[in-house]
């Protein structure tokens, strides 16, 4: 028989469900960024292509982070299923508008979780997500700068071609 100990885990139960919700919101950013990248290819924003990848694989890594964290707690990760991937916008503008959009949500569902975490008592988890807290306050950033460059570049003409070379500011 299993001992007791080790069959308990150190995550609450509320929370592991909450960040089994996040997992899949990470993997469904990591698509759409997928879906954003292939659009900028497509419409000629080569430079916001490589951005939008970039992206992609740190949703990833998020995504990755999460369910790591649930393995080392004895949590139960749930690899998600990711469906409702958009793959048609009207502009670049709406390209960066729908990512910072996303990314507000994200930073929505972090500080549910921490919030309801604290209030579990939950300390692990919410010391694990201080770095999700703090990533997402880089992550908002980074789009409204470009959406004020793009504001200022304008867009049309060559503010276009602008527009996407500027976007290299933001690629590490």
């Not at 028989?1 to 919700?21: P, T």
């Not at 670049?92 to 919030?115: A, M, P, Q, R």
């Not at 703090?134 to 503010?159: F, H, S």
Request: aromatic fraction near 10%; glycine fraction near 6%; hydrophobic fraction near 40%.
């Amino acid at each position: 028989m299993k001992d007791i100990a080790r069959q308990s885990m150190s995550i609450k139960v509320e929370s592991m469900d909450l960040l089994n919700g996040q997992i899949k919101m990470e993997a469904h950013a990591s698509a759409t960024y997928l879906a954003m990248a292939s659009w900028c290819e497509q419409n000629g924003f080569f430079t916001s292509a490589k951005f939008f990848f970039k992206q992609a694989e740190e949703e990833r890594e998020h995504m990755m982070k999460i369910f790591n964290f649930l393995v080392d707690t004895g949590g139960n990760p749930i690899s998600p299923e990711v469906t409702g991937i958009n793959h048609d916008y009207s502009s670049i503008v709406d390209v960066f508008e729908s990512t910072l959009e996303h990314e507000v949500k994200v930073t929505k569902s972090i500080h549910n979780i921490v919030k309801k975490s604290r209030e579990l008592g939950d300390f692990a988890t919410e010391k694990f997500l201080d770095w999700f807290v703090l990533e997402q306050i880089e992550e908002e950033n980074t789009v409204r700068d470009i959406l004020d460059m793009i504001e200022v570049t304008g867009t049309e003409g060559v503010g276009l071609q602008m527009i996407d070379n500027q976007v290299a500011n933001w690629i590490d």
